[in-house]
């Protein structure tokens, strides 16, 4: 007996679950969004004001934490844009693991094929498709593992793989390292739960908050934010989101058109990127190039990286010649 077309079941949505069911398999990152959440909050009503020495290690190990995903998982990991010493590279694994960023693999999967597939239903993390909430929280527990060997299958082999047993234990030095530190309970909850919720949500607004623009034919719904970057500044200019998708193949931590903007008529748009950039300019080399942002031609500068940590890493700057340069990516892209 045939059944038409008009009388099947609509297809269920990942996004049509209760909010509080997690698919199989992602049982331990619901529990951990729950457990750093009600920690924090119970650090901010017991040490609602850090102490001048702990706030200082909380910030510094959110900035690592923030190197970690943006330069390594991001731009070296994902896109291939540069290169650097092998044991560089794993010091800023272990840094985005710490952050709470997850394991290399999974989280350059999620985002290669977010990049394939932005804004369309298999885009697992588009609030065109499931919402806001849904984009900046609830995919991270409700989609899918991570199809690693199709999206990421160089980061499933060789030295990689010692992160599938070391998250777990790195994860867990990161709740606690206020205690390993000796410092207390303030050291606990702010080095913690409140630093790892904050950096959570950091990452978080880049996928619901910059991609609340229109979507047109062609163009996907990536947008700038600035007032964003403020708040964010250990995510290294990762709130300039529309430059990242319409230049992908760049590594470049932050790029800035004020010139565009002033002709835009966005005069404190165009103030905020300067100040921005003033602050990206300590201990960092600018390169300046005139690129193409949001359908005009400005003046921009952009930072790379800490000149001091280049010279460190001995990193390599690439032009890639498209979000995905490896042929067997590409080819799963197709």
Same mark, same amino acid.
């Given at each position: ?6 009388? =099947? ?11 509080? @069911? ?46 970690? &995903? ?5 731009? #070296?990991?994902?896109?291939? &844009? ?7 590279? =794993? ?13 290399? *693999? ?11 597939? &932005? ?8 609030? @065109? =498709? ?62 913690? *739960? ?8 950091? =990452?978080?607004?880049? %996928? ?15 947008? %700038? ?16 989101? @529309? ?36 602050? *990206?300019?300590?201990?960092? @080399? ?10 005009? #031609? ?17 990193? &390599? ?12 990516? *590409?080819? %799963?892209?197709?």
């Amino acid at each position: 007996m045939e059944i038409s077309v008009a009388h =099947q079941a609509p297809q269920t949505q990942p996004w049509d679950r209760a909010f509080w @069911k997690p698919v199989h398999g992602k049982e331990g990152v619901f529990a951990y969004l729950i457990v750093i959440h009600v920690l924090g909050l119970i650090g901010l009503i017991l040490y609602p004001v850090p102490s001048p020495k702990i706030l200082g290690i909380s910030l510094l190990f959110t900035a690592l934490g923030g190197l970690g &995903t943006t330069v390594c998982y991001h731009r #070296m990991l994902a896109h291939k &844009t540069l290169r650097t010493n092998p044991l560089i590279e =794993q010091v800023l694994i272990f840094c985005a693991v710490f952050n709470g960023s997850g394991h290399p *693999a999974s989280w350059v999967a999620y985002h290669r094929l977010h990049h394939a597939f &932005t804004d369309q239903p298999e885009d697992i993390s588009s609030p @065109k =498709q499931g919402g806001f909430w849904w984009a900046h929280l609830r995919w991270l527990y409700q989609t899918e593992p991570a199809d690693k060997k199709r999206w990421a299958p160089e980061l499933t082999s060789g030295i990689y793989r010692i992160w599938g047993w070391a998250e777990t234990p790195v994860i867990l030095l990161s709740v606690f390292v206020g205690l390993v530190l000796g410092l207390g309970w303030m050291g606990f909850f702010w080095m913690g *739960a409140i630093r790892l919720v904050y950096s959570l949500h950091l =990452q978080c607004f880049v %996928n619901s908050l910059t991609h609340l623009g229109e979507a047109k034919e062609g163009v996907d719904s990536s947008i %700038n934010v600035w007032w964003l970057g403020p708040f964010q500044l250990t995510a290294w200019g990762e709130n300039w989101h @529309k430059n990242h998708h319409t230049h992908a193949g760049s590594a470049r931590l932050g790029l800035r058109c004020t010139a565009q903007l002033v002709e835009d008529g966005k005069p404190f748009e165009a103030e905020a990127a300067m100040v921005k950039s003033f602050l *990206a300019r300590l201990g960092s @080399k600018m390169l300046i190039d005139t690129v193409q942002v949001e359908g005009g #031609m400005g003046y921009s500068e952009t930072m790379p990286l800490p000149r001091l940590f280049r010279d460190i890493a001995g990193t &390599t700057l690439l032009d890639a010649p498209a979000d995905f340069p490896d042929e067997t990516i *590409a080819a %799963n892209i197709a």
